[in-house]
T-cell receptor
Framework: NAGVTQTPKFRILKIGQSMTLQCTQDMNHNYMYWYRQDPGMGLKLIYYSVGAGITDKGEVPNGYNVSRSTTEDFPLRLELAAPSQTSVYFC?????????????FGPGTRLTVL | GQQVMQIPQYQHVQEGEDFTTYCNSSTTLSNIQWYKQRPGGHPVFLIQLVKSGEVKKQKRLTFQFGEAKKNSSLHITATQTTDVGTYFCAYSNFGNEKLTFGTGTRLTIIP
């Protein structure tokens, strides 16, 4: 299994541009999550999904959108990028029906907005 | 509201010394998990604690969950250079099972 994969690894955006961060998992996990990690800080939950077609906001959803059309994929969309969105973005997934199961993380996307 | 503090924020130790990080909550937690993130890497799950007073060991790592389920600790005995990284606790509460990550403790080792 590849686990959780994310693309791209790095990206530089100009203010106002848009982009989609891709996340795919091949573990047949129901739950998927997007986090952002600012330099030297912890992880903040942006959005999460409990299954295909179901998404919900986390702690810091403003400026982002998600969709979950399949079990495997959970893309994160940034519209009108701002410097405050410069961060490392991690996608994660878990199997259990409870939120408290082990989360498996992807390698991250390092995004800079200039 | 709930306050969960992870301390210390940074710890520098000589190789071979012990290291401990703590996660302290103002309210009872339903469970706690610990993750390690190597520099430039992604968080990797280490352990989950669920029961009051639970103690689990993984080689040189000892994890504890307090009797009141309000605090937890991760202790590393005789640190090695491979222990470098940031250690996060992640917790959830009864009635709100979403996992929230602590701010992390960054461990650096002086050879």
């Amino acid at each position: 299994n590849a686990g959780v994969t994310q693309t791209p690894k790095f990206r530089i955006l100009k203010i106002g541009q848009s982009m989609t961060l891709q996340c795919t998992q091949d573990m047949n996990h129901n739950y998927m999550y997007w986090y952002r990690q600012d330099p030297g800080m912890g992880l903040k939950l942006i959005y999460y999904s409990v299954g295909a077609g179901i998404t919900d906001k986390g702690e810091v959803p403003n400026g982002y959108n998600v969709s979950r059309s399949t079990t495997e994929d959970f893309p994160l969309r940034l519209e009108l990028a701002a410097p405050s969105q410069t961060s490392v973005y991690f996608c994660a997934s878990s199997y259990s029906r409870t939120y408290t199961d082990t989360q498996y993380f992807g390698p991250g996307t390092r995004l800079t907005v200039l | 509201g709930q306050q969960v503090m992870q301390i210390p924020q940074y710890q520098h130790v000589q190789e071979g010394e012990d290291f401990t990080t703590y996660c302290n909550s103002s309210t009872t937690l339903s469970n706690i998990q610990w993750y390690k993130q190597r520099p430039g890497g992604h968080p990797v799950f280490l352990i989950q604690l669920v029961k009051s007073g639970e103690v689990k060991k993984q080689k040189r790592l000892t994890f504890q969950f307090g009797e009141a389920k309000k605090n937890s600790s991760l202790h590393i005995t005789a640190t090695q250079t491979t222990d470098v990284g940031t250690y996060f606790c992640a917790y959830s509460n009864f009635g709100n099972e979403k996992l929230t990550f602590g701010t992390g403790t960054r461990l650096t080792i002086i050879p």
